[in-house]
């Protein structure tokens, strides 16, 4: 990138500056070791972004992993990274389009039963995108599934991710046991 995609000016790139994520739909996500760009003269800026669809599977799984109930926004991004409409998510969950709506909305808090549940469609179908296997078997999951004190958490928690946890692919799958060492 030389020229401005607006004006045509010229282009400062800035590096080691957090990026604030805000394109995943989510206020709290912040990419380290990436380069963004500014126009000298318009002012407008823009990221650069390798391997998006692996980055998506590393914020799902922050998600995923954290602690509390998820919230509306983490639950809007789950449901766009699956590519359901809220009709279908709500069908998937054995709930009303209503209540999900109130959930999606901060209306309502999601029930113990449905955060889990949701957690696991995501665990189980987020790879499409890039064939990575992303889960290991079923046994990780025990402390998402027995965590009795589970409660709503802040949803400005900052999850900080630096760009060679997605760049560069590992063998180990996104979601094992290691995923919920720090419950």
């Not at 969950?93 to 209306?107: A, D, G, H, M, R």
């Not at 990780?140 to 409660?151: R, S």
């Not at 999850?159 to 799958?173: A, C, F, Q, R």
Request: some cysteine; overall charge neutral; charged content about 30%.
């Amino acid at each position: 990138m030389n020229k401005c995609w607006v004006c045509g000016g010229d282009l400062e790139a800035i590096k080691d500056k957090p990026y604030q994520y805000k394109e995943s739909g989510l206020n709290n996500v912040y990419l380290h070791g990436i380069i963004q760009y500014k126009c000298c003269k318009c002012g407008e800026e823009a990221p650069e972004i390798p391997n998006i669809e692996e980055l998506h599977l590393l914020i799902g799984k922050s998600i995923i992993c954290s602690k509390g109930y998820l919230s509306a926004q983490e639950i809007i991004y789950i449901r766009k990274e699956l590519g359901l409409k809220s009709k279908e998510m709500a069908e998937l969950l054995s709930v009303t389009p209503q209540e999900y709506s109130k959930w999606e909305n901060s209306k309502d808090l999601i029930s113990s039963g449905c955060d889990k549940h949701l957690r696991l469609i995501f665990i189980l179908n987020a790879d499409y995108k890039t064939g990575k296997v992303v889960h290991e078997g079923i046994r990780f999951l025990k402390h998402m599934l027995l965590d009795k004190k589970a409660k709503q958490r802040k949803t400005d928690d900052q999850i900080d991710i630096s760009v060679s946890e997605w760049i560069k692919p590992s063998g180990t799958p996104l979601f094992n046991e290691d995923c919920f060492a720090n419950c």
